[in-house]
């Protein structure tokens, strides 16, 4: 399959001009296509530049608030709770992080959610945010749209419901967690189906219970939670934490994004910001976490392991090679962007080179 | 097997007589009566009377100490870092829970960690005792053994390093995670050997990655976390959070407390306490997680499914129960706890009833 690659500066340049010219004010244009260029960089490929034309979809549609009055509907010292007031995800919840960061330095801990917020991207991307201010970021949110049942269930009430996590450290890479509590993630089945790959097993079950391999009949089951039922209890804590708690959609009332671009979503997220200085000394944090890292990826490997990897490092390699050799976008989703770019009458992707 | 029936408020003057006999405050020793009984009550039976022998070795080997000084070395508004003074791990997460429910009261939510601590019970304990101040409580833990390899890896690094988070609500169970990130937890691998039953496959492998499922040849391999490298991730951000970042042990410092009953654990755990009215209304949020349990329970089952639960529905069915009928305690327990009592000069624990 022919792949072209794009700089991170013309993804986010053209992200940015269709945003522009779909309504949306320059700034948060900018910040949105920076948002979601930075996914692209680091490996996040599902929730990156491939959600470009669903988001546009939404935004034709009526779905999305062009020009929002993102506000703090209610506060104490260290949370506050944001209506999103049904803007895109990523402007809620750059705004909830920057908030979170500025509490967390006179509290200690901060903790924001969102509800009218809509998708914001790969989970990472706010937990992030924490680290150049030598903080700890946790992100939570309800996924938008609903592909897991409750344990020995087959009504499909929860769904990925992400957590990620950012620590900062000294000289080695932060560590960062972002995963779903299912064993995969949604856009990986559909990924196996577009390559007519199977699946393998203890990914998915059919509704008997056994094991589904083939991804094109992804509909006809669900996904499975990571630990069993371990991972249904923490879909459902992460729903509630996110959602619930924050007056946004879980369970029935989750809209399926993919499915009806013109509903209000109700996304709910919440950032928490941790300052390592309110335990002890950053300087110390920031040292005893290297030292941990160090001793993990020289211990023993198992037959035929090369590296034990630390979460957050295979997406900071990419970010580095995408950085510098460009970023691959596979040829069906850059067609897609040349569409989108005649649609909308802007200049389409430039590739830096053909491989 | 022939199995005695106890009281929980047998159980509960047991562990009591026991502590002060080994040379506890009684104020002190009453809170670890009532908190170890309570995780027997819950059906948490590796965490509770089962653990009295091990501490008591521990107390008496000088590894425990008995008139600490547990303090706050640390703190801003929404956080504090407690010096557990290598005190009784209940009596130190005690405190700092009360300390949390205070904090959230003003700052809406409260993170507080200790180091310095030990061994706590069952992580749910404390997290559940947001509830009755109508809050979220969450708990994380380093495990007091390391029994995980980093994912790839077979130096056991890591711990089962638990979560546990309580969600109230109005007229259903409220809602009580508490889970290991391993598939299964150490103590249920120690059963299945007493049982001379086989583990399913998923629970371990060995040092090549192949399934092990002969529970007495435990040591010779390592527990899988939930979801795979997911799992390793998590268990590697509990540890950091409540380890690390506590400036508790974590790694290779962790004390194998069933090896070493002398040296200092520096166990580290941390409580959260966040409330609901910070975010919006109280009663609101707990109608809200009604209706969620309801949707849930009452969803379309799986064929051969007789019930769909809700994490925390079959420890308080077992409460119920055990309040009723009492706590059944296996024959070795009793006699182990037997020859304590002689040791210590205290009344042994009286069965109920023989069934």
Redesign the interface.
Known sequence: MQQDYFSFENIQRFITEAMCALGLPLKDSALIGELMAKADLQGSDGHGIIRLAPYAKRILSGGINLNPNIKVI?E????A?LDGDNAMGHLVMYKATQLAIEKAK??????V?SHHSNHAGPASLYARMALEHDM?GLYFAVGNANHL???????M?LSTNP?A?A?PTREETP?V?D?ATT?AAYGKVKAKAQKGELMPEGWMID???APLLDPKKSEEGFLLP??????Y??S??VG??AG????AA???DVIDFNKDYKTTTNTGQTI?I???D???DID??KT??D??IR??RN?????G?K?????GEQSHEKRVEHLKNGIALPQTLVEQLVQLANQLHIQPLTPNQTK
């Open positions: 209610k104490k010292l260290a949370t709770l006179t509290s200690g801990i901060a903790w959610g700890i049942p409750p344990w020995g269930g087959i009504d009430l957590i996590a620590i560590i967690l995963m064993v509704k008997n219970g990571i630990g069993g039922y371990k991972g209890g923490l459902l804590v509630l934490l619930t708690l924050n007056g879980m369970g029935k928490a941790i300052d390592p309110a335990f002890g110390e944090f005893q976490t030292k941990l001793d993990i211990s023993a490997k198992m037959g392991i590296r034990i990897w630390l979460p």
